[in-house]
């Protein structure tokens, strides 16, 4: 049967959400010669600490040109002020902002052929063909000075749909069985102008983060330096708890309460990857649509460019095969390579940030070289340290003392 052209243009596979999950999934997709639409809100900038680990910049050849700052020790404070301060060996995470970034990605994606359109995704539906129509409202900047920007609606065809939206995603909404109410913690970040004038102990190598109940009763606030300018936020998935007022309180902790604000942002970060990622037909999601931020540490970037990667290998295969089937491989994949993380992960945001009490005691596990050295390791990595088992044997028992009470804090 000849393709129904009255529903408009036909896409191999439409990406709905710019960001680098979506960015990431379009290129892949472009350099192996599918036709590609990628679809992003203009504007967005999600709130993140910018932080990309070694394994990032490698695996996705990320070029210095956009590592605003290094961090090579990271300083972590107890609810006490008890500060512990590990130097990252050998090596350093790379800080970003998140605005050039993304729009670098979408650049890159652009230049292997992928074809970007402005807009809002708003419905999928069937033409009578069966294959999927995605509506959406098309945004063109205005060519003159001044003038308005034009809005219309638009629809195009696509063989496949990467649904890259964010953690409360449309495309997961409308498609995906149980993707309709994800968990989130809730993220605030001011981004403010460095000042000229440093506060005493103020270091633009290093990362700062805060586990204190007044800051977040269930996550942290952060310190990160990018540059020029600075991000000072916190995150909880208690609505009732004050993240601007707890960002306020950690300006003035830090010494930056007086520096220039040039930004606010805030989001929801899923808590945990969603059971299921595609709809058994021509569906498929990606980053925070498919819940893939790392609990304990909320980092994404990494986690939701790999899940990008993955959903776009699927999609191909989808087109090369026609079998539907391999959609499930894009979640497969993702947590037979990190599945085990997530979950450590997530006991220790479930334990450890709890009360204040034990927050000041992983603070103390933290001053302790071999946590240290293996943390960061596996952070640097993205993989589970498995080498020098004598250490993860000294962490066991450390561990236990701490958590039956019997090491001091």
């Known amino acids: 049967m000849a393709p129904n052209n009255t529903f408009g243009e036909t896409f191999d596979v439409v990406v709905v959400g710019g960001g680098p999950a979506g960015a990431t999934a379009a290129h892949e997709l472009a350099q192996r010669g599918r036709s590609v639409l990628l679809l992003d809100r203009a504007g967005r900038v999600k709130p993140c600490g910018g932080a990309i680990p070694p394994r990032l910049i490698k695996d996705f050849a990320i070029p210095d040109k956009l590592l605003v700052a290094r961090a090579t020790s990271a300083r972590m404070v107890s609810p006490s002020d008890n500060k512990v301060d590990i130097p990252i060996d050998n090596g350093f995470v790379g800080m970003v902002n998140r605005e050039e970034f993304d729009e670098w990605l979408r650049e890159r994606a652009a230049d292997s052929g992928a074809v ?27 060519q003159k000075s001044g003038a ?144 893939v931020v790392a609990p304990a540490s909320g980092e994404g970037i990494y986690y939701g460019m790999y899940g990008g990667q993955l959903a776009a290998q699927s999609v191909d295969e989808l087109l090369e095969t026609g079998d539907v089937s391999v959609l499930k491989l894009a ?56 080498k020098k088992p004598m250490a993860h044997v000294r962490i066991f028992i450390k561990d236990m003392g701490h958590l039956l009470g019997l090491a001091k804090v």
Request: proline content about 4%; aromatic content about 10%; some cysteine.
């Open 331 to 386: 979640r497969k994949r993702f947590m037979k390579e990190h599945g085990l993380v997530f979950g450590v992960l997530g006991i220790m945001q479930w334990f450890w940030y709890g009360s204040e009490k034990r927050r000041e005691r992983f603070v103390k596990i933290c001053e302790d070289r071999d946590v240290q050295q293996l943390t960061f390791e596996s952070y640097m990595n993205k993989k589970l340290v498995r």
């Open 148 to 291: 308005k920007a034009r809005v219309y609606a638009a629809r195009v065809r696509a063989r496949s749909i990467i649904g890259a939206d964010g953690a409360r995603s449309e495309v997961a909404r409308q498609t995906v069985p149980g993707a309709s109410h994800p968990k989130c913690v809730f993220a605030y970040h001011e981004i403010v102008r460095a000042p000229e004038l440093k506060p005493a102990g103020y270091s633009d190598s290093r990362c700062d983060v805060y586990y204190q109940g007044k800051l977040s009763p269930d996550f942290y606030g952060w310190v990160f330096p990018h540059g020029d300018t600075l991000s000072i936020g916190t995150g909880s998935a208690d609505k009732g708890f004050s993240l601007r007022g707890a960002v306020g309180q950690l300006r003035q902790i830090s010494g930056l309460e007086n520096a220039e604000v040039l930004r606010r942002e805030g989001a929801p970060l899923p808590m945990k990857p969603l059971k299921r990622w595609d709809n058994g037909r021509d569906v498929v999601l990606a980053g925070d649509a498919a819940g």
């Open 116 to 142: 970007r359109r402005i807009g809002t995704f708003e419905r999928i539906e069937r033409d009578p063909d069966g294959m999927a129509v995605v509506h959406f409202e098309a945004r063109e900047h205005a």
